[in-house]
């Protein structure tokens, strides 16, 4: 098995992190953990499995990723939020896998996403593909605010799982709704992407009909209303938003 080293960064994930830590661990002998400051007691649990602590006030989805990678001992990072796991097919796939011989430099696995204790294959909330395991010094995470990805020039995908437990509940589809339509904002509004008065009405509502009816969310009852409704909500805030900053700039020049 080559060696691995793992990243994560956290704001007061005591309740998470020990055990996406122990996750990680079952592959990984070298863990760095970038904190934005957390008021829990997420670093001394981090610390106390023996993970590499770097505190730094967030800076961003993706620029904070990148403060741990010069912290990572080995060249192939295996990266998770602290509300994922690895599954028992990915734990056995990074095994018994040379990495190196892959002719990649990202790999993408499946994830389950859920709300509380349920899951579903609707609203896009699976196979959902992600790229969580790249080789350091030759993709590094895009610049943004929030949902960074890896930026790599060779991809490979593999039918192994992620466990998400992305949602609490309800509420936190939409409390995390609004957040992460915030941050995005934040990068929209340094761009030069043209923003219209309709676009936000725009987005959100092909938002909604692309997670409701194209990706089927309707056949997941409550779940799939409430998925559709804050991928749109979140959709909405991002374009709005974006708009109100860029006033506010043009106000103070």
Known sequence: ?????????????????????????????????????????????ARQEGATVIS?????DGPQRSVGLPHCLHDWVLNLDADERLEDDLVAYLKNTD?????????ETRRRNYI?????????????YVRRIFNKTQADFSPVAAHTKIQSNSLK????????????????IFKRACL??????????KTNKKIGPLTPGFHCLFSFLKHY??????LAGHDGLAISLGKAIASYIKYAHAIELRRAREKNL
């Not at 192994?160 to 949602?167: M, V």
């Not at 009816?213 to 309707?218: A, C, D, M, R, T």
């Open 116 to 128: 509380g204790n349920q899951t579903t294959r609707f609203a896009g909330q699976y196979p959902d």
């Open 56 to 60: 730094q006030p967030f800076l961003g």
């Open 99 to 107: 990495l190196s011989q892959q002719k990649v430099n990202a790999i």
């Open 213 to 218: 009816v194209i990706k089927l969310g309707f």
């Open 157 to 172: 995908k593999i039918p192994a799982h992620i466990t998400h437990y992305s949602y609490k509940d309800y509420p936190d």
């Open 1 to 45: 098995m080559l060696k691995i080293s793992g990243l994560i960064i956290t704001f007061n994930e005591a309740h998470n992190i020990v055990a996406c830590l122990r996750s990680m661990k079952q592959v990984c002998d070298d863990i760095v953990v970038v904190d934005s400051c957390s008021s829990d007691n997420t670093v001394e649990l």
């Open 180 to 189: 992460y339509g915030t941050w995005q904002a934040q990068t929209i509004a």
